[in-house]
């Protein structure tokens, strides 16, 4: 039995329970909500211990889509069902969303306006330095076989430099990944 | 037409949350590409604006969908793109859940992790190489995006805050006439 079945088999949160953690995870998220997310569900709901958070995160990884809202799914599955699944996602997205409104309706009053403009242009300009960061930062503590740098660098060339669509871009670079994986995983 | 651009919405997001390997950081290229270069719903700068305000918000960094949407057809299409980002990627982890059992020592999920973080971090890269060129913010804005780079790759400060830092040095400059 895996530690994320063990954590699940005993006393499942209600869905109420559900329902503020994830809301609380929408709603402390400034600036990302993968630190928020492991504080409330390890540390002060105890819903996981930490090997089954990174059980789960692993998993959540692997797949498309924002690894919380993986999360928050297979969690809330997990729990309580299809229902659980919902109760979760809508939770998580709840708040987020009515803050995005706020901001919208504040973008849509000021935009005309040349300061505002400049700000805007300002933060655009910051916001891609903060994605590029990050991705730095990710890289750097990733511990990267070539191959995996290679992989890396041949979906920034593709996507970023020479502006391939990125469905036929994915569709030869992860299989080419899975080969070099398997390999390189059965070398290990 | 109103049907059309919701329908489009949801033809757009909808595959483009199958593609989101690591999250919307990942499909800035894809997501720009098609909706200012293909379907010209708006142009490059705006499009760069929408992006730093979805990255000021709380919560996942999907919401690039919805604010997206929010622009081309108001709350309908912020909720129309929020549900087409979010819906098949959350079937395939739902399926998933429940068809995997083992994951902590399921080679399988292994290997794909190992093959995608590469990619989910060579993409992230390109989203960040095409948000800076889409701001359109000039030389300077150049620097600015490699100031912010750097604060971020080099400390643990909450993100915010060198973006924050970020803006009011460009709006600083601009207003003691350097721009």
């Known amino acids: ?20 953690g994830f809301l ?20 002060e709901r105890n819903w996981l211990d930490d090997r089954a958070y990174a059980e789960l995160m692993g998993i959540c990884q692997a797949l498309p889509g924002a690894n919380t809202v993986n999360a928050a799914v297979m969690l809330g599955d997990r729990f309580r069902g299809a229902a659980g699944a919902l109760t979760c996602v809508f939770a998580l997205m709840a708040m987020p969303l009515l803050s995005l409104v706020a901001l919208a309706n504040i973008y849509d009053a000021v935009s005309g306006h040349p300061l505002a403009q400049v700000a805007l242009t ?3 300009a910051s916001a891609a330095g903060l994605i590029l960061g990050t991705a730095a930062r990710l890289l750097a503590k990733a511990g990267l076989a070539r191959w995996a ?24 670079l992860v299989p080419l990944g899975l080969v070099a994986a398997s390999l390189g995983a059965r070398r290990v | 037409m109103e049907r059309s651009v919701f329908g ?19 499909v800035v290229p894809e997501i720009h590409r098609q909706i200012v270069e293909i379907l010209g719903w708006m142009d490059a700068p705006t499009f760069a604006r929408l992006f730093a305000i979805a990255q000021t918000a709380p919560g996942p960094n999907v919401m690039l969908a919805s604010i997206v949407g929010w622009h081309v057809a108001g709350t309908g299409g912020l909720l129309v793109a929020t549900a087409a980002m979010l819906l098949p990627s959350s079937v395939l982890a739902l399926a998933c859940s429940r068809g995997l059992r083992r994951f902590g020592d399921n080679r399988g999920v292994r290997i794909v992790t190992l093959a995608l973080v ?14 800076a060129l889409a701001a359109d913010a000039g030389l300077f804005g150049f620097a ?24 009011v040095v460009y709006v600083a400059v601009w207003s003691a006439g350097l721009l």
Request: charge should be positive; aromatic fraction near 6%.
């Open chain 1, 1 to 20: 039995m895996s530690a994320l079945e063990t954590a699940v088999a005993t006393s499942p949160p209600s869905l109420p329970e559900l329902f503020t």
């Open chain 1, 24 to 43: 609380k995870i929408g709603l402390m998220g400034f600036g990302g909500v993968g630190p928020v997310a492991r504080h409330i569900i390890v540390a």
């Open chain 1, 122 to 124: 300002g933060a655009a």
């Open chain 1, 149 to 172: 740098w290679l992989m890396a660098a041949a979906a920034f060339v593709a996507v970023g430099v020479l502006r391939l669509p990125m469905l036929p871009s994915l569709l030869v």
């Open chain 2, 8 to 26: 489009q919405l949801v033809v757009t997001f909808g595959t483009i949350s199958l593609m989101a390997i690591g999250g919307a950081n990942a």
């Open chain 2, 118 to 131: 590469p990619i989910a971090l060579g993409l992230m890269l390109a989203s960040g190489a095409v948000a």
């Open chain 2, 144 to 167: 600015i995006t490699a100031a912010t780079a750097f604060v971020t790759y080099r400390s643990k400060v909450n993100p915010l805050v060198p973006m924050a830092a970020g803006t």
